[in-house]
T-cell receptor, first 116, second 115 residues
């Protein structure tokens, strides 16, 4: 079975400071990893994904994430936070083992609050 | 560029009534997924289609739930005899599946409230 943990319900950061939103995962095979962002009363917007290759993945709006296989982590980062980054962030995993299914399994979400 | 659309955006119904939601995927996307999201939680997988075939269903999908994608384009999700526990956001996503790789793009969701 695949699972995702986002250990922080909320992350607070001042505008202009770097931000990190943490994600760890568990799969039986190899992972495909994703980050999505959700604004109030909206669906999920795709930010970035890791499939294979370079462990540092760059995505939309200046976000990036680093895949660390030994720590089973995929933390989301941004060098300089904006107030408009305030939203709910979800990490998701898909296990690409042969019999693992095709669905995404999501973490519980982390609310990012960027203060001016 | 037209994204995933869902209709209605909001639905209020009384317990015991049937409801149906529609999802229109991104054009030419061959896969379509349904997820349910309750307040304060991440989305949970319900079912998915590849073209018109329903390939996988979650144990969350009780007998009261049925989904169709008759022509491999839009999909409907019906809930019969709704219960208060069905209150949630129902999210649809579509993807173009090639060589085991895909990115799911989500619609705005349908928020269901069962009174």
């Amino acid at each position: 079975a695949q699972s995702v943990a986002q250990p922080e319900d909320q992350v607070n950061v001042a505008e202009g400071n770097p931000l990190t939103v943490k994600c760890t995962y568990s799969v039986s095979g190899n992972p495909y990893l994703f980050w999505y962002v959700q604004y109030p009363n909206r669906g999920l917007q795709f930010l970035l994904k890791y499939i294979t290759g370079d462990n540092l993945v760059k995505g939309s709006y200046g976000f990036e994430a680093e895949f660390n296989k030994s720590q089973t982590s995929f933390h989301l980062k941004k060098p300089s936070a904006l107030v408009s980054d305030s939203a709910l962030y979800f990490c998701a995993v898909r296990d690409v083992a042969f019999n693992a299914g095709n669905m995404l399994t999501f973490g519980g979400g982390t609310r990012l609050m960027v203060k001016p | 560029d037209t994204g995933v659309s869902q209709d209605p955006r909001h639905k209020i119904t009384k317990r015991g009534q049937n409801v149906t939601f529609r999802c229109d995927p991104i054009s030419e996307h061959n896969r379509l997924y349904w997820y349910r999201q309750t307040l304060g939680q991440g989305p949970e997988f319900l079912t998915y289609f590849q073209n018109e075939a329903q390939l996988e269903k979650s144990r969350l999908l009780s007998d009261r739930f049925s989904a169709e994608r008759p022509k491999g384009s839009f999909s409907t999700l019906e809930i019969q005899r709704t219960e208060q526990g069905d209150s949630a956001m129902y999210l649809c996503a579509s993807s173009l599946y090639r060589a085991r790789q895909e990115t799911q793009y989500f619609g705005p969701g349908t928020r269901l409230l069962v009174l």
